[in-house]
């Protein structure tokens, strides 16, 4: 039943760890993004993927990797975690242009 | 730049009275805005959205409010309940072609019993 479905919801791993987090979207929507969101609440896009094709890619740091296998799938790959890439990390999809995000629950990442 | 604001971070109404959440923004280009509401440990939900044709938008309970010649906009829950307790974030987009929705910083709602 879920619309956006991002695994795992926490991940607690080690610095110079790589990490990857999953994204589904069951909606139909064409395009899927992903966001972060830091320990003040604010939420800045990263990725966003229109029907496989990437569309929007912020000023992120080269070790994220987001891959987009088909339309219903967004994932991201982080290599060599650092303390700072800690927060929680929101996938969300959508028609194209002006309409609503659907966003996942998030996935809550620790690094010690 | 480019900034979506909001007036107070916190926002405290006792159970039955009505809540405004305000929020400003600074693209005058902007057209097309949407309410979050977000619970703890939960991603953020869509509430209501308006497009920049439209100063007023009604839906349960609540409405928003967009005025363009201050680039203002607010959201009015009517007869506010503990279940709205939460955080809540204004969001635009600019051009229809545009991916790319900008959030505010958000206005937590606290509901006394």
């Known amino acids: 039943d879920t619309a956006v479905s991002q695994t795992p919801k926490y991940l607690v791993t080690q610095m110079g760890n790589d990490k990857s987090i999953k994204c589904e979207q069951n909606?139909?929507?064409?395009?899927m993004y992903w966001y972060k969101q830091d320990s003040k609440k604010f939420l800045k896009i990263m990725f966003s993927y229109n029907n496989k094709e990437l569309i929007i890619n912020e000023t992120v740091p080269n070790r994220f990797s987001p891959k987009s296998p088909d339309k219903a799938h967004l994932n991201l790959h982080i290599n060599s975690l650092e303390l700072g890439d800690s927060a929680v990390y929101f996938c969300?999809?959508?028609?194209?242009?002006?309409?609503?995000?659907?966003f996942g629950d998030g996935t809550r990442l620790s690094i010690l | 730049g480019e900034s979506v604001g909001l007036h107070l971070p916190t926002l405290s109404v006792q159970e039955g009275d009505n809540s405004i959440i305000n929020c400003a923004y600074s693209n005058s280009a902007s057209d097309y805005f949407i309410w979050y509401k977000q619970e703890s440990g939960k991603g953020p939900q869509f509430i209501i959205d308006?497009?920049?044709?439209?100063d007023k938008r009604q839906g349960q309970r609540v409405t928003v409010l967009l005025n363009k010649t201050v680039k203002h906009l607010s959201l009015q829950i009517a007869a506010t309940q503990p279940g709205d307790s939460a955080v809540y974030f204004c969001a635009n987009m600019t051009g229809a072609g545009s991916y790319q929705l900008t959030f505010g910083k958000g206005t937590k709602l606290s509901v006394i019993p």
């Open positions: 969300a999809s959508s028609q194209p242009g002006d309409q609503p995000q659907h």
């Open positions: 909606l139909g929507h064409d395009t």
């Open positions: 308006i497009r920049s044709n439209m």
